[in-house]
């Protein structure tokens, strides 16, 4: 019913720049929040940054002031602007949207998860 995409990795020098992008689709009425996950090797999944629909957003601590999110809401698609990237940021990087979906006549909330996109920061 609904489809999360993570696209942009890669893998860049430190100190480089990368923009991931997280589209949704399907059956998707509104997108509340949207937020950016990462896990690396041996690693639990850590909560990197979010927003929500009205453009509020947190950041993790070790990302604050190199990271920037944000989210178009017309287009159901979030983004993680990337720089100055540390060896320490390499992960793939996961992309939760919260959608208000439709299947009929009926209507839900749930989080939907992309497949994942690898970022590896090395020289």
């Known amino acids: 019913q609904v489809q999360v995409v993570e696209s942009g990795g890669g893998l860049v020098q430190p100190g480089g720049s990368l923009r991931l992008s997280c589209a949704a689709s399907g059956n998707i009425l509104s997108i509340d929040h949207m937020a950016w996950f990462r896990q690396a090797p041996g690693k639990q999944r850590e909560l990197v940054a979010t927003?929500?629909?009205?453009?509020?957003?947190n950041y993790a601590d070790f990302v604050k002031g190199r990271f920037t999110i944000s989210m178009v809401n017309a287009k159901n698609t979030g983004y993680l602007q990337m720089d100055s990237l540390k060896p320490e940021d390499t992960a793939v990087y996961y992309c939760?949207?919260?959608?208000?979906?439709?299947?009929?006549?009926?209507?839900?909330?749930?989080?939907?998860w992309g497949q994942g996109t690898q970022v590896t920061v090395s020289s």
């Open positions: 939760l949207s919260h959608a208000l979906i439709h299947n009929g006549s009926s209507r839900r909330t749930d989080d939907y």
């Open positions: 927003i929500t629909k009205v453009g509020s957003s």
